[in-house]
Nanobody, 127 residues
């Protein structure tokens, strides 16, 4: 399984961005995908959970600081998961990573429970 996040950029506070996570592999439709972020200077394995979507029933979960502003969704036909980020804040500045659990595993907020990771995409929010 390979993942590739894209869609990051430099925006102003209050703007919106949509990140995409393209996932290779035939098991995508049975894979839970999570989004994590890490501030500059921190290691990826110390990244914070942002949002996730399961393969079954497309259950979603969000960390409190993004609830109501971010939306995670998936398109199984395109093997892609999206993270739509509205009303971005300066504190949302980070490298964003998408990660996949092993097939048929459910939601988790723990980054050590995600097996597959892709390169991150940088989101910078300025005032």
């Amino acid at each position: 399984v390979q993942l590739q996040a894209s869609g990051g950029g430099v925006v102003q506070a209050g703007d919106s961005l949509r990140l995409s996570c393209a996932v290779s592999g035939r098991a995508f439709s049975t894979t839970t995908i999570g989004w994590f972020r890490q501030a500059p200077g921190r290691d990826r394995k110390d990244g914070d959970f942002v949002a996730g979507i399961t393969w079954k029933n497309e259950y979603t979960d969000y960390t409190d600081s993004v609830t109501g502003r971010f939306t995670v969704s998936r398109d199984n036909a395109k093997n892609t998961v999206y993270l739509t980020m509205n009303n971005l804040k300066i504190e949302d500045t980070a490298a964003y990573y998408c990660a996949a659990r092993k097939p048929r595993y459910g939601m988790s907020r723990r980054n050590d429970e995600y097996t597959y990771w892709g390169p991150g995409t940088q989101v910078t929010v300025s005032s």
